[in-house]
């Protein structure tokens, strides 16, 4: 009797674990349609705020309540050639070629990052295409994880699948950071050099392309050796560079 009984629980939990995990990978499935309905969506509709952007307006006003960003849509015709050429060449410079991942750069910022922990280094390397830094910028947050990771390698297929990569540019041209509390290439050119973002140079735009990996530290250190070197290997670059 006692063996029956302990068969019959067994039963029962083997039945509630089954029913658990299918009710978690429905909600999986109605989650990830959810997301494609967004980049549906942002394929036609201009945003009015990212993830990231409400994750830094919220970082903000712990500390001012009444802060405000710096934020102004611009349309992907509105945008200088310049500035276009100079962010792929610093961020992906196979933009136009790739499907929106490129595996082997995630592979060699790995083992670059493996080697720097191994020395107690902190400076690290992303290998992340600007279709990428879209998904996480647009829909996902700053944070590091490998959910978070996984999560942005689905949306970056989504992103490519359904979206021209002019519209992918014009996105993340739009929703990148580009100092505390700045985000665009428009609030960008304002904030940085009393300009609009179509009327941005080739110096103007390398230097902020330049900035995209820590905007917020150049932010408040404008004219390092680093950032005046890497601009000038932009200017460079750019005119090598195909844009959509």
Same mark, same amino acid.
């Given at each position: 009797?006692?063996?029956?009984?302990?068969?019959?629980?067994?039963?029962?939990?083997?039945?509630?674990?089954?029913?658990?995990?299918?009710?978690?990978?429905?909600?999986?499935?109605?989650?990830?349609?959810?997301?494609?309905?967004?980049?549906?969506?942002?394929?036609?509709?201009?945003?009015?705020?990212?993830?990231?952007?409400?994750?830094?307006?919220?970082?903000?006003?712990?500390?001012?309540?009444?802060?405000?960003?710096?934020?102004?849509?611009?349309?992907?015709?509105?945008?200088?050639?310049?500035?276009?050429?100079?962010?792929?060449?610093?961020?992906?410079?196979?933009?136009?070629?790739?499907?929106?991942?490129?595996?082997?750069?995630?592979?060699?910022?790995?083992?670059?990052?493996?080697?720097?922990?191994?020395?107690?280094?902190?400076?690290?390397?992303?290998?992340?295409?600007?279709?990428?830094?879209?998904?996480?910028?647009?829909?996902?947050?700053?944070?590091?994880?490998?959910?978070?990771?996984?999560?942005?390698?689905?949306?970056?297929?989504?992103?490519?699948?359904?979206?021209?990569?002019?519209?992918?540019? /014009?996105?993340?041209?739009?929703?990148? /950071?580009?100092?505390?509390?700045?985000?665009?290439? /428009?609030?960008?050119?304002?904030?940085?050099?009393?300009?609009?973002?179509?009327?941005?140079?080739?110096?103007?735009?390398?230097?902020?392309?330049?900035?995209?990996?820590?905007?917020?530290?150049?932010?408040?250190?404008?004219?390092?050796?680093?950032?005046?070197?890497?601009?000038?290997?932009?200017?460079?670059?750019?005119?090598?560079?195909?844009?959509?």
């Amino acid at each position: 009797m006692a063996t029956r009984n302990s068969t019959i629980r067994r039963i029962r939990w083997g039945r509630v674990i089954g029913a658990s995990l299918m009710a978690l990978l429905c909600l999986l499935i109605i989650y990830q349609l959810w997301m494609f309905c967004l980049v549906v969506w942002y394929a036609y509709r201009d945003p009015g705020s990212s993830a990231v952007m409400r994750q830094e307006l919220s970082r903000l006003r712990d500390t001012n309540p009444n802060a405000e960003l710096q934020y102004q849509w611009v349309p992907y015709d509105k945008i200088s050639t310049s500035l276009k050429r100079a962010v792929i060449a610093s961020e992906d410079a196979n933009f136009t070629e790739h499907d929106g991942v490129e595996w082997d750069a995630i592979r060699k910022a790995w083992e670059y990052n493996q080697r720097q922990a191994e020395k107690g280094g902190g400076k690290m390397r992303g290998g992340s295409t600007i279709t990428q830094q879209l998904a996480k910028n647009l829909f996902l947050s700053s944070s590091r994880s490998y959910v978070r990771k996984g999560e942005e390698l689905v949306l970056t297929y989504m992103i490519e699948h359904v979206m021209s990569k002019e519209r992918i540019l /014009e996105l993340y041209l739009n929703v990148a /950071e580009w100092g505390e509390g700045v985000f665009g290439a /428009e609030a960008a050119a304002r904030h940085y050099y009393k300009t609009s973002a179509g009327n941005l140079g080739v110096s103007q735009s390398a230097r902020l392309a330049a900035m995209l990996p820590n905007p917020r530290y150049y932010d408040k250190h404008r004219n390092t050796s680093y950032l005046n070197s890497r601009t000038a290997t932009l200017t460079r670059r750019m005119r090598l560079v195909d844009i959509p």
